[in-house]
């Protein structure tokens, strides 16, 4: 069993700040990729950032913005999102590319999601 487990959401003002992580825990043998994405009412879950290894991915409506890092050795992925708009409200899910201690195989998982709401 996998399990992602995301903290850090909130309510936030215009131009403010949020710093979300995410802990991965259960049988792993490895994780390859770590990411967000994030899901607004109404409209289809979208990629938002991914880390790998050195290598970072961002969104474009995000770029300049938001920075995703990765502790290795606690499983951990974080995105620190600084200068929010209200457009960045949103169900925001932590994902993990891994393969399984159990099974040996490679899955995606998924956390249940932190709600991100900016607003004045």
């Known amino acids: 069993q996998v399990q992602l487990e995301e903290s850090g959401g909130g309510l936030v003002q215009p131009g403010g700040s949020l710093r979300l992580s995410c802990t991965v825990s259960?049988?792993?043998?490895?994780?390859?990729?770590m990411g967000w994405y994030r899901q607004a009412p109404g409209k289809q879950r979208e990629l938002v950032a991914t880390?790998?290894?050195?290598?970072?991915n961002y969104a474009d409506s995000v770029k300049g913005r938001f920075t995703i890092s990765r502790d290795n050795a606690k499983n951990t992925v974080n995105l620190q999102m600084n200068n929010l708009k209200p457009e960045d409200t949103a169900v925001y899910y932590c994902?993990?590319?891994?393969?399984?201690?159990?099974?040996?195989?490679?899955?995606?998982?998924w956390g249940q999601g932190t709600q991100v709401t900016v607003s004045s």
């Open positions: 880390i790998s290894g050195g290598t970072t």
């Open positions: 994902n993990a590319d891994l393969k399984s201690l159990v099974t040996k195989s490679r899955e995606i998982a």
């Open positions: 259960g049988y792993i043998l490895s994780i390859y990729v």
